[in-house]
Structures are given as C-alpha cells and as structure tokens.
C-alpha cells in the first residue's frame, strides 16, 4: 500500500471514531465468556471442554493476525477487516446455534480466525493515515477501549448467561459486527490503487498455522493443569517446533513471506515484540490469577470480585491516554515503556507479598499495575511502526500483535500452573488456603520478575525513532 499524505485533523477523529466499534468488538470476543463458561458447560452436558471454548478462539486468533496482517499491506485495510468481519459475523451464528461443546468449540475457531486480528488491522489501518506525532495519541485512545473493554465484557457474558440465555451473548454479537462493518467502510475509502501484484506465499502460511497451532494447544493444556514435562505436552511441543522450524527456513526464501524475518533484525521491532510478549503474559495472565486469588484466597463472591477489579479496568485506559498525551512531548519512547513496566513489577511484587484478597489495597495496588501496563501498550507499538516502511506497517502491526497474543497464552500456563499444581490433584476450590497462599505468591513473583525483564529491554533500547522520524508521513 502506498503511503497516503498527512490527514487533516477532522479526517483522523472521523477515522478514529469509525474504527473504534471494530476494536471494540475485537476485544469482547476474546473476553466475554469467562463468566459464563460453566453454565454453558451445565447447558450443553459437557463441562470437561469449557477451558477450549477459549483456548480455541485464542489459538485461532493468534494464528491468523499475521496472515491477514500480511494480506492486508497487499490488499488493503477495508478489504481485508470486512473478511475478518464476515468471518467472525459466521463464528458467532454458529456459536448461538451449537447444540453440543465440540460445535461450540469449532464455531469459537472460527470466530477467532476473523475477531482475533481486528484490533490489529485496525491499528494498521489507523497508522497508514495519522503521523507520527499524532498517533501515539490516538493508539493510546484504541489501546485504552480495547483493554477496558476486554476486562468489562466478562461482567456482561455472566449478566447476559444469568438473566437471559448463554446464546444470547453471540446473537448480540452480531449487531455489533454488523455496526463495526457499517462504521468501518464509512471511513475507509475503497483502495484506490490497485493491489500490489504478489504471490502470497500459502504454503508459509500454512506451516506458520500448523506449528503456532501445536504449540499454542500444548501450552494452553498446560494452563489447565497438565504437566510441562508430561509427554502430552511435551511431543505437541517438540512437532510444533519443528514445523515452525521449516516455516522460518522457508521464509528465509521466499519472495513475499508472511513474516519477513528480516523485522526481527531490527532491534526496535524485536524490543517491541519483547516487551510486549513480558506485558501480556503479566496483563492476561493476572487478570485470571487475581480474581481466583480473591475467590479461593479470601472467599470473595462474583460480584465483589467485579467491582474491585473496576480499579484495574479504569488505571489500564488512563495509563494509555496518558502515554498517548507524553508521546506528543518527548521522543523518549523507551523510557515510557520502562516506567510503565516499572509500576507494574511493583504493584505485582506487592501482591507477590501479600496475595489479592478482595479488599481496598488489593484495590490499590491494582491502579500503578493497570497505568503501568497501559503506559506501554500505545508506545510499544508506535516504536515498532516508525521503526519500518510504510509498506510493512500491516505485517508489523500484526507481528506484535501476535507476540501480545503468544504473551497471554504463556502467561496463563505458566501463571496458572503453578497454582493448579499445588493443589496436588484437587480441584482448586477444594484446596487448602495455607497450600494455595504461598502457590499464587510464587506466581505473583515470577510475574513482577517477568515485568522487570520488560522494563530492562526497554531501557537497552531506549533510543526508539522519535514520531518526527516517521517514514510513512
């Protein structure tokens, strides 16, 4: 795609308020069923499947945000989001329509095969028009709806699974798809251009797709209780590192790669796909230990769970907006992503001392960790795209992306295995508390570590291109 000229202001708030719905819906679907997967569980007669309702929709969005990253720098943002759109408006009907977990659990892939890149397109689509200064403002903008949105649409899958249906939830989905496509193509004009002539390399993308998929499935069995040596996840991982393997030596080669290896030579991406990977396996993975802590901890309810995480669901967007407003006032984008993941290992080193209990420090240490995570999310990603031309901006959106996603699945198995293992064959609720305390303070430790290692590779490359050195403006 070829670089567009520098959008008027009222043009980037038109744009920006048109793909928000996209980014909204992008986050929902990933995070809305957490509350409700028991009931669908009781619902359809099968609970031993609920953990893979997500696990599928995760793994499948991880896999297909670089592909349709890629395909998207080929052919267009519009083109390319009203197929992830299509495809998700597809998923969901099946999903309101499944009538045993196995359907359910295939009709979630495919919903996460098109809703799980939206939020990367998105952002691509965003940096195509808006310069440099400008978009670490409007990225923090998305990047706070996205995150706020993922923590607050759980609330709203158990309300609706409660009082109305479980169907429910993927039958309102699909308003919204349909709101998100209208919004979209009014402020995405059709490609003028036409797309550059290129081969897509199919058989790369289907080995990225068959290994990321192995690996991906035996992590997230690791997060639901088995063994990181068992030989389950062990032979998953091992195949899948071997395809992966042969994808990279095929990319090496091929002349329109889905990943170009060549960004990860680039020390500003490879910083940004560092950081980011630490901070989503601190983000996602808190985010499930935090609440079970409360619940098997100190014996909270559903509802007060919720309403001490509000504290987290509001410190992420403001640390966002935040780090969007400084990006307009310093160059110094590693040294905001350092002070961001800085105030995370803090507050995590505090609950590593004293685990979450649904009280008010709980509460209060949850507000730097939230600003501290926000903080990074639109820098991280501005660094990255200044770093490349204005021709790779889908393809490295899409990478760091996938690197947000990886980070979410690596911290909810490791994070959560730790805790599960030391329940020692019981299921968590019937374990001790004087067993699980010390269990989620390892936890909570190896979590603030993981964000410090986040804040040391910021401040290494803290010399990431200034929004003035834009190359796409």
Request: aromatic share 6%.
């Given at each position: 795609?070829?670089?567009?000229?520098?959008?008027?202001?009222?043009?980037?708030?038109?744009?920006?308020?048109?793909?928000?719905?996209?980014?909204?819906?992008?986050?929902?679907?990933?995070?809305?069923?957490?509350?409700?997967?028991?009931?669908?569980?009781?619902?359809?007669?099968?609970?031993?499947?609920?953990?893979?309702?997500?696990?599928?929709?995760?793994?499948?969005?991880?896999?297909?945000?670089?592909?349709?990253?890629?395909?998207?720098?080929?052919?267009?943002?519009?083109?390319?989001i009203?197929?992830?759109?299509?495809?998700?408006?597809?998923?969901?009907?099946?999903?309101?329509?499944?009538?045993?977990?196995?359907m359910l659990?295939?009709?979630?892939v495919?919903?996460?095969?098109?809703?799980?890149?939206?939020?990367?397109?998105?952002?691509?689509?965003?940096?195509?028009?808006?310069?440099?200064?400008?978009?670490?403002?409007?990225?923090?903008?998305?990047?706070?709806?996205f995150?706020?949105?993922?923590?607050?649409?759980?609330?709203?899958?158990?309300?609706?699974?409660?009082?109305?249906?479980?169907?429910?939830?993927?039958?309102?989905?699909?308003?919204?798809?349909?709101?998100?496509?209208?919004?979209?193509?009014?402020?995405?004009?059709?490609?003028?251009?036409?797309?550059?002539?290129?081969?897509?390399?199919?058989?790369?993308?289907?080995l990225?797709?068959?290994?990321?998929?192995?690996?991906?499935?035996?992590?997230?069995?690791?997060?639901q209780?088995?063994?990181?040596?068992?030989?389950?996840?062990?032979?998953?991982?091992?195949?899948?590192?071997?395809?992966?393997?042969?994808?990279?030596?095929?990319?090496?080669?091929a002349?329109?790669?889905?990943?170009?290896?060549?960004?990860?030579?680039?020390?500003?991406v490879?910083?940004?796909?560092?950081?980011?990977?630490?901070?989503?396996?601190?983000l996602?993975?808190?985010?499930?230990?935090?609440?079970?802590?409360?619940?098997?901890?100190?014996?909270?309810?559903?509802?007060?769970?919720?309403?001490?995480?509000?504290?987290?669901?509001?410190?992420?967007p403001?640390?966002?907006?935040?780090?969007?407003?400084?990006?307009?006032?310093?160059?110094?984008?590693?040294?905001?992503?350092?002070?961001?993941?800085?105030?995370?290992?803090?507050?995590?080193?505090?609950?590593?001392?004293?685990?979450p209990?649904?009280?008010?420090?709980?509460?209060?240490?949850?507000?730097?960790?939230?600003?501290?995570?926000?903080?990074?999310?639109?820098?991280?990603?501005?660094?990255?795209?200044?770093?490349?031309?204005?021709?790779?901006?889908?393809?490295?959106?899409?990478?760091?992306?996938?690197?947000?996603?990886?980070?979410?699945?690596?911290?909810?198995?490791?994070?959560?295995?730790?805790?599960?293992?030391?329940?020692?064959?019981?299921t968590?609720?019937?374990?001790s508390?004087?067993?699980?305390?010390?269990?989620?303070?390892?936890?909570?430790?190896?979590?603030?570590?993981?964000?410090?290692?986040?804040?040391?590779?910021?401040?290494?490359?803290g010399?990431?291109?200034?929004p003035?050195?834009?190359?796409?403006?």
């Amino acid at each position: 795609m070829a670089a567009s000229a520098p959008a008027a202001p009222e043009q980037v708030r038109r744009l920006v308020v048109g793909l928000l719905p996209t980014i909204f819906v992008g986050a929902i679907d990933g995070s809305i069923l957490p509350v409700a997967l028991l009931h669908i569980g009781q619902a359809l007669g099968d609970v031993s499947l609920i953990a893979w309702v997500m696990a599928g929709y995760l793994v499948a969005g991880t896999v297909s945000t670089p592909i349709l990253g890629k395909l998207s720098d080929l052919h267009g943002r519009r083109r390319v989001i009203t197929g992830a759109l299509a495809i998700a408006s597809a998923g969901s009907t099946l999903c309101a329509l499944a009538t045993s977990m196995p359907m359910l659990v295939g009709a979630r892939v495919l919903q996460g095969l098109g809703s799980g890149a939206l939020f990367a397109l998105a952002q691509a689509a965003a940096a195509d028009v808006i310069a440099g200064p400008e978009r670490g403002r409007y990225q923090g903008y998305f990047s706070g709806v996205f995150a706020s949105s993922a923590l607050a649409a759980p609330l709203l899958g158990g309300y609706l699974a409660e009082h109305l249906s479980w169907r429910a939830i993927f039958w309102l989905n699909l308003p919204l798809l349909g709101l998100a496509l209208l919004a979209m193509r009014r402020v995405l004009p059709a490609s003028a251009a036409r797309p550059r002539e290129a081969r897509i390399d199919w058989w790369g993308a289907a080995l990225l797709a068959a290994g990321l998929a192995t690996v991906l499935v035996a992590l997230t069995r690791v997060g639901q209780g088995a063994g990181w040596f068992a030989a389950a996840t062990l032979w998953p991982l091992a195949l899948g590192a071997l395809v992966l393997a042969a994808w990279a030596w095929r990319e090496s080669s091929a002349p329109e790669p889905i990943v170009p290896l060549h960004l990860f030579g680039h020390r500003v991406v490879l910083a940004a796909c560092g950081v980011t990977l630490a901070n989503f396996f601190v983000l996602i993975g808190s985010t499930v230990l935090i609440p079970l802590a409360m619940q098997t901890l100190g014996g909270a309810r559903a509802d007060e769970v919720a309403l001490r995480l509000i504290a987290l669901t509001l410190a992420i967007p403001a640390g966002a907006f935040t780090c969007g407003q400084l990006m307009l006032r310093t160059p110094h984008l590693g040294g905001l992503v350092a002070t961001g993941c800085a105030l995370a290992a803090l507050s995590l080193a505090g609950f590593a001392l004293r685990p979450p209990v649904a009280d008010g420090l709980t509460a209060a240490l949850m507000v730097p960790m939230g600003v501290g995570l926000g903080m990074t999310l639109p820098a991280v990603l501005v660094a990255a795209q200044l770093a490349v031309g204005h021709g790779l901006t889908g393809v490295v959106t899409a990478t760091v992306s996938f690197f947000r996603s990886l980070g979410g699945v690596l911290g909810i198995a490791a994070l959560t295995s730790i805790v599960l293992s030391a329940a020692d064959g019981a299921t968590i609720v019937q374990a001790s508390p004087a067993v699980l305390g010390p269990a989620f303070a390892t936890a909570f430790g190896l979590a603030a570590a993981v964000s410090a290692v986040g804040a040391l590779i910021a401040l290494h490359l803290g010399r990431m291109p200034a929004p003035a050195r834009d190359r796409s403006a």
